[in-house]
């Protein structure tokens, strides 16, 4: 039996750090041995000899944690929003010069819908038709999703790769807005309805032929085995990993 | 064993003409006795004695085409598009001078997208929120489809005289379209994708439940059952009937 | 502003007796004005001048419960489960010399699932094909379930109202158990999923054309819509009503 | 521009013969050289100095086909069912002295359920659940399909390579055949309904979280891409490859 994985969560009284709490405490091969709230020292983390801390703190908090986990020698497993190209070109420069330690950006640790998002990019390109369809709780702000945002860009993305033009559409008379949202060519609905919680379905077409793709997200428990998978899987990918799609192994 | 119904069709070369012809040959206790095209003289249905026309032609002809078997006694089954209140109040005035003669006119046939948009309408006033997606081959070039607008329009009037208020929809940031067209007050959604024929979806949510109804549609022979079932009940149904729904018994 | 209802929970501490006190506490028009456990007296409920007092209690208890609310001349809404006809059939002559009180036993109180139940028997007779598939959580240790064989068995009897033989099914060659359950010549498939709640199905069928009625619920607040209806309008149907979708008011 | 890759059609009036036929004669890059059917010498494909056959065939004689199109350096695209282990290591062995020549025995073409299979086999190590429910025409006489059963082997041996245990499942009382059949310890259900073609859905489960992916076949058209593919990469695929996975390119 090896030794198990010290672990510290940043932001541990917010509702993904507080998840993360417990997720840790309940899984095997893991000791939580520091919880962290805004405020604290980061010294903490060392003190503790944590050897990967886990950031759910807010967005004008996490790229000096970051900088300040690698200083110290900490891997770090960052599911924090607001990270941009810049902030993930310094970390990665950051790294070059911390051999041997491993950081993992990851803008959503469900499985579902990572594994979803890479499937589309896998099949875009040999269908003919795409639209994204996601669903959510009439409470959300905005319209589409982040998630659906970001699927159809990939979708676009891996069509423009093989060379495919635009999808058909021979629409001529519509109300307005019924045709969806245009992302990078790509249609996106956005559904609004009490009871829904998060849900996303990827249309794939061709003559005779629909693959659908579809995920859907109850509860943010679900987000705990990618959670966990990269606290597991960090400390052997050194430098910056920027997608939990890394770490899954996918293949034909 | 009764005498059969004898059948004129009127609009016979058409899609849904030739359709109906082959379907009320091989039904049982119907006997086709005219098949008439544009040109033809409707006096060939009074020759052949049939007791029931079904209409299948075209916008221009097909309120002329039901004057005509009015007088003639004859009853009439009409799918062909165009009708509005005032050609349908037309008929109705004609009727009252014509006891005992039927004439319905359905936009629909297809049952199923008929006892969907019945089924929307019962449920409406009990759902806090509700949606219409529609799906079609690309092809198409008006969205949303009829069907869907219409489904919508009843929703919102099933609502309005339940006394329900708007839906709730927090969304204050959106890319143009994402939430789609607003067809009274409720929220349609047109997907078009190569491969698809004719789908639509409605769905309804309340806290920790949702009520999902749909169809597909994937062929013109959906439709005959609704046509048989019109040709077969309209000669017990005097005055003019609007809707398939009115002849299919629906109740809890 | 007419007075509020007096309403008292019997069960109060069970999981759908608390839920129910909280849903009378928030709802317009309604007060709470007694909540009561196992062991406690029900003269609590009469004590307090409930008008209407809702059961969620045991199957050993709530036929006596019901009795002796109907000789104070409270009205009866009932969730427990565990009745049959011949506890029904006592129900029914003690209102008989009760006139004026009124009792309602539903199997279930989740609008959505009655909703779907009913549009389910209003199709059946319009399609050729009809098949069920529920959809739960793995820990659930019946299958199918009773909503999925309860919606079966009542398919089948308006199919067989409507003269209508057995579904077509070539099936000759296959593997123990892949095409379900048989209810009453209706086939029930029962699938076990991690993240499930309770989900439905139902699936008809004619050449060309396909019509789903699903229902998801995701939680027991899902049930306090049909509750808090049961209370609104018990008073005004006196005797015996079996089932929750004699309230809603269905039609075409 | 290339010169055209010139084709040849075994079992060209058959169904899926003819499709190819058509789909060949339709495609940019391929010319059609020769049509062959049952009783028709296979020296016409050489005559026609084709250097792809596609093979559509009977089980009984698609083997032989094979080895004739290896002996005169033809490559081969086969859809005809009926290969075991055996047959396909004696065209393994016959290749190995026909270096540069390519066969692809597939056992599927349709793009959307092959894709779909692989993305099962992909996810399936992630999730804690898994199920297949296969939809189908009433007339089919096999159930489960075979496509279904194929995905559930795939999914159980994925699982397996993961190390994971069985899917959880509380089930005491159940009505025989409600759970499905059993194939490697994954539960299969198959509906039947007219107005269905061919259609399959893949369900993963999680805490919280649900993966769904599913493929709807309408028409024969719908395998086209894929044989037109086969026979586009086949001269670049020396040697045996069994499965249509193996030319999409797939990865995360």
Redesign the interface.
């Known amino acids: 039996m090896s030794e198990p994985i010290r672990v510290a969560v940043l932001g541990a009284s917010g509702r993904m750090g507080a998840t993360t709490v417990r997720a840790v405490q309940e899984a095997g091969g893991l000791e939580l041995v520091a919880a962290i709230d805004a405020g604290d020292d980061l010294r903490a983390v060392t003190d503790a000899a944590a050897q990967v801390a886990v950031d759910f703190t807010v967005p004008s908090a996490t790229e000096q944690n970051v900088h300040t986990l690698v200083d110290a020698g900490v891997h770090a497993v960052v599911g924090t929003t607001g990270w941009d190209d810049a902030s993930l070109g310094r970390v990665r420069d950051h790294l070059l010069r911390a051999p041997g330690v491993g950081v993992l950006v990851a803008p959503n640790f469900?499985?579902?819908a990572v594994?979803?998002m890479?499937?589309a990019r896998?099949?875009a390109r040999?269908?003919?038709?795409?639209?994204v369809?996601e669903?959510h709780h009439?409470?959300?702000?905005?319209?589409?999703s982040g998630t659906a945002?970001h699927t159809a860009q990939g979708v676009a993305a891996a069509r423009a790769a093989a060379g495919l033009g635009p999808?058909?559409?021979?629409?001529?008379?519509?109300?307005?807005?019924?045709?969806?949202?245009?992302?990078d060519g790509v249609?996106?609905?956005?559904?609004?309805?009490?009871?829904?919680?998060a849900h996303e379905e990827i249309?794939?077409?061709?003559?005779?032929?629909?693959?659908?793709?579809?995920?859907?997200?109850?509860?943010?428990?679900?987000f705990?085995?990618g959670v966990l998978l990269g606290i597991r899987q960090i400390a052997g990918r050194p430098g910056l990993t920027v997608g939990l799609?890394?770490l899954?192994?996918?293949?034909?």
């Not at 009439?138 to 589409?144: E, F």
Request: glycine fraction near 8%.
């Open positions: 469900a499985l579902g594994l979803a890479s499937f896998q099949a040999w269908f003919e038709s795409v639209e369809v669903l009439p409470d959300k702000v905005d319209a589409p945002r999808v058909p559409d021979a629409t001529t008379h519509t109300l307005d807005g019924a045709r969806g949202a245009d992302v249609r996106v609905h956005a559904v609004r309805l009490r009871g829904l919680v249309l794939l077409g061709n003559p005779g032929e629909l693959l659908t793709i579809r995920t859907d997200s109850f509860d943010r428990v679900s705990m085995p799609e890394h899954l192994e996918l293949h034909g």
